[in-house]
Nanobody
Framework: QVLLVESGGGSVQAGGSLRLSCVAS????????MGWFRQAPGKEREGVAV????GGTIYADSVKGRFTISQDNTLDLQMNSLKPEDTAMYYC?????????????????WGQGTQVTVSS
């Protein structure tokens, strides 16, 4: 099992920035594909950005050029030029098998989420 804990969410005005962080622990987590997903009320969960241990990344079209995923001691998501439509609960996730993807069902382990609210 892998335990994931997110932090860094909050409220910000449009155009502002936030940096989310995810701390992972458990058997073999350092070899897993990891990423960030989000879900707004009444909408399906969607992939935001994912990364493998070699630095390969995939970004959703809606965040390209604004968000950056990185990993050192923690898995981070730097979010710049935030828009109201970025408002959602953001989740850290990890998966072991298969190729890297933005599909939520390819990831077996999930954190409890951190809320991001962007006002206009």
């Amino acid at each position: 099992q892998v335990l994931l804990v997110e932090s860094g969410g909050g409220s910000v005005q449009a155009g502002g920035s936030l940096r989310l962080s995810c701390v992972a622990s458990g058997e073999g987590y350092s070899t897993y594909r990891m990423g960030w997903f989000r879900q707004a009320p009444g909408k399906e969960r969607e992939g935001v950005a994912v990364r493998n241990r070699y630095g390969g990344t995939i970004y959703a079209d809606s965040v390209k050029g604004r968000f950056t995923i990185s990993q050192d001691n923690t898995l981070d998501l730097q979010m710049n030029s935030l828009k109201p439509e970025d408002t959602a609960m953001y989740y850290c996730a990890a998966g072991k098998f298969g190729p890297m993807s933005l599909r939520p069902y390819d990831y077996a382990y999930w954190g409890q989420g951190t809320q991001v609210t962007v006002s206009s």
